[in-house]
């Protein structure tokens, strides 16, 4: 049975280090409370205007297929998962495909937020798997920096997240003791709203209630008006207890899924790579699947949540660290909004 292994791995994060002290310039908060609610001490942001996450992804693409061996032009599939697109319209993984000279190949662009690396990783498994695709690029990719509200008001979102890059190659193997050996994903989209951005978008639930009032040209703002800028419409929004108590019990249910059908145990995990959204989220999963330090991979200290990036950067770096060889059994495992949660287990 032919089945896909990662053939090189990638990342790339900002040189600019924002501290939770450098928030404190822009909005009432503090070291204390940032490191004690969700560990982080510093995440990275995008150079301002020389800086995308298409650029971004394209960094971290780099290093994936050069330890693929492999050239850009053997790519044959690209996925790109992020919630922070360069444009409304196209996606990030046409600018890629130009910005490494790519042949005309397919490109996918993933929308599921924080589980949209595991996302994309299930979709390229399965073109590999039918023996469609033999070298599929896949990217997680997030500039936050540019579209969270730097004011008090947006504290409890602003300060949680970072920008970032992480890729992977997907190749074809027929060793039986390598690659992903199952992919869940799941969705519950009864608390859409929960952890949202709301505009620009199609919904117009803001006029609703006065719909009969206008007239076409000012419908036509509804996508995106000042009304909405002055009311911080075009920033994320989260109940952050909400969607702490929901990612508790999704997180090890959907580890325990992937351990089940592979007939493991959390016992048999040598890394489990959560998204990392929270390190009390992680401590809560690594207590409740009875796992030891060393079998869960952390580094939100350093770069915040960065969304679809945070499962590929923290697996680039476990593996840069050597925490990862051939054969260990690794667990990747996201959450967020949508909801949507997604585990993919994995021989390296
Ligand atoms: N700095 C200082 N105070 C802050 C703050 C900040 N950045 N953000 C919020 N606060 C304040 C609130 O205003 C509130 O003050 P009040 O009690 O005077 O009203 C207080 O801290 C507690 O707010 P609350 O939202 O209840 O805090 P919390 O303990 O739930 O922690 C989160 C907030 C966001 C850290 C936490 O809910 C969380 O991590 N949730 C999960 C979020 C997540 O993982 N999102 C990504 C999903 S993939």
């Given at each position: 049975?032919?089945?896909?292994?990662?053939?090189?791995?990638?990342?790339?994060?900002p040189?600019?280090?924002?501290t939770?002290?450098?928030?404190?310039?822009?909005?009432?908060?503090?070291?204390?409370?940032?490191?004690?609610?969700?560990?982080?001490?510093?995440?990275?942001?995008?150079?301002?205007t020389?800086?995308?996450?298409?650029?971004?992804?394209?960094?971290?693409?780099?290093?994936?297929?050069?330890?693929?061996?492999?050239?850009?032009?053997?790519?044959?599939?690209?996925?790109f998962?992020?919630?922070?697109?360069?444009y409304?319209?196209?996606?990030?993984?046409?600018?890629?495909q130009?910005?490494?000279?790519?042949k005309q190949?397919?490109?996918?662009?993933?929308?599921?937020?924080?589980?949209?690396?595991?996302?994309a990783?299930?979709?390229?498994?399965q073109?590999?798997?039918?023996g469609m695709?033999?070298?599929?690029?896949?990217?997680?990719?997030?500039?936050?920096?540019?579209?969270?509200?730097?004011?008090?008001r947006?504290?409890?979102?602003?300060?949680?997240?970072?920008d970032?890059?992480?890729?992977?190659?997907?190749?074809?193997?027929a060793?039986?003791?390598?690659?992903?050996?199952?992919?869940?994903?799941h969705?519950d989209?009864?608390?859409?709203?929960i952890?949202?951005?709301?505009?620009?978008?199609t919904?117009?639930?803001?006029?609703?209630?006065?719909?009969?009032?206008?007239?076409?040209?000012e419908?036509?703002?509804?996508?995106?008006?000042?009304?909405?800028?002055?009311?911080?419409?075009?920033?994320?929004?989260?109940d952050g207890?909400?969607?702490?108590?929901?990612?508790?019990?999704k997180?090890?249910?959907?580890?325990?899924?992937?351990?089940?059908?592979?007939?493991?145990?959390?016992?048999?995990?040598?890394?489990?790579?959560?998204?990392?959204?929270?390190?009390?989220?992680?401590q809560?999963?690594?207590?409740?699947?009875?796992?030891r330090?060393?079998?869960?991979?952390?580094?939100?200290?350093?770069?915040?949540n960065t969304?679809?990036?945070?499962?590929?950067?923290a697996?680039?770096e476990?593996w840069?660290?050597?925490?990862?060889?051939?054969?260990?059994?690794?667990?990747?495992?996201?959450?967020?909004s949508?909801f949507?949660?997604?585990?993919?287990?994995?021989?390296?």
């Amino acid at each position: 049975m032919v089945r896909s292994k990662i053939a090189g791995i990638g990342m790339y994060v900002p040189s600019n280090v924002v501290t939770n002290n450098d928030l404190t310039k822009y909005m009432d908060t503090n070291d204390e409370w940032i490191q004690e609610r969700t560990g982080i001490k510093e995440r990275r942001y995008a150079h301002r205007t020389e800086e995308t996450t298409t650029t971004m992804g394209v960094e971290a693409a780099k290093v994936a297929i050069e330890r693929a061996g492999i050239t850009p032009q053997d790519i044959d599939f690209i996925v790109f998962a992020t919630l922070s697109p360069d444009y409304y319209f196209p996606g990030c993984g046409v600018l890629l495909q130009r910005a490494m000279k790519m042949k005309q190949v397919g490109a996918l662009d993933v929308r599921n937020q924080c589980s949209g690396f595991v996302y994309a990783v299930s979709v390229a498994d399965q073109f590999i798997k039918t023996g469609m695709y033999k070298n599929i690029l896949v990217v997680g990719a997030e500039k936050h920096s540019f579209g969270l509200d730097f004011s008090t008001r947006g504290r409890n979102i602003s300060v949680i997240f970072g920008d970032g890059a992480g890729a992977v190659v997907l190749q074809p193997t027929a060793d039986e003791n390598r690659g992903i050996l199952s992919t869940h994903l799941h969705s519950d989209g009864s608390d859409a709203e929960i952890l949202a951005m709301y505009n620009p978008g199609t919904h117009a639930n803001h006029w609703k209630e006065n719909l009969a009032s206008f007239n076409d040209t000012e419908i036509a703002d509804m996508f995106m008006s000042h009304a909405m800028i002055d009311n911080a419409e075009n920033f994320p929004n989260m109940d952050g207890p909400a969607v702490f108590k929901t990612a508790v019990v999704k997180f090890p249910e959907v580890i325990m899924e992937a351990l089940t059908a592979n007939g493991y145990q959390a016992t048999d995990l040598k890394l489990l790579i959560p998204h990392q959204a929270n390190l009390r989220i992680a401590q809560f999963v690594q207590q409740k699947l009875k796992l030891r330090d060393d079998q869960v991979y952390n580094n939100i200290q350093k770069y915040g949540n960065t969304t679809a990036a945070s499962v590929p950067i923290a697996l680039c770096e476990a593996w840069e660290a050597g925490k990862i060889n051939e054969g260990d059994l690794v667990c990747l495992a996201a959450f967020g909004s949508g909801f949507t949660w997604a585990s993919a287990l994995l021989k390296w």
